[in-house]
């Protein structure tokens, strides 16, 4: 059964930087297009960061310079490391992978199919 378990979430203060993990398994990791997405209360979920297979990532504007996502295929982990956090940056942190690549391997994508549960990230001012 596919599964995809973030970890790593927790509070910090704004500034302060914090790493997510998501093990990976059930499905051919390296060959799919993985992403991070996030969810604050009340708003819509948003992409955050994606890379393919191939390694190409792509960051939503607002986050690029920031946000670093990385993958390790050994390991079926994808990473998402968080620099300067802000208080706004506060949300539902949910990774997923999309059997699609290329130019559907986007933070706009619909079709990621597999879904962690989410860990939350809490940056207080």
């Known amino acids: 059964q596919v599964q995809l378990v973030e970890s790593g979430g927790g509070s910090v203060q704004a500034g302060g930087s914090l790493g997510l993990s998501c093990a990976a398994s059930g499905f051919t990791f390296r060959n799919y297009c993985l992403g991070w997405f996030r969810q604050g209360p009340g708003k819509e979920r948003e992409g955050v960061a994606v890379i393919d297979s191939d390694g190409t990532t792509t960051y939503t504007d607002s986050l690029k310079g920031r946000f670093t996502i990385s993958r390790d295929n050994a390991k079926n982990t994808l990473y998402l490391q968080m620099n300067s956090l802000k208080p706004e940056d506060t949300a539902m942190y949910y990774c997923?992978?999309?059997?699609?690549?290329?130019?559907?391997?986007?933070?706009?994508?619909?079709?990621?199919?597999?879904w962690g549960q989410g860990t939350q990230v809490t940056v207080s001012s």
């Open positions: 997923a992978a999309s059997f699609f690549g290329g130019a559907y391997c986007s933070v706009k994508s619909q079709n990621f199919s597999y």
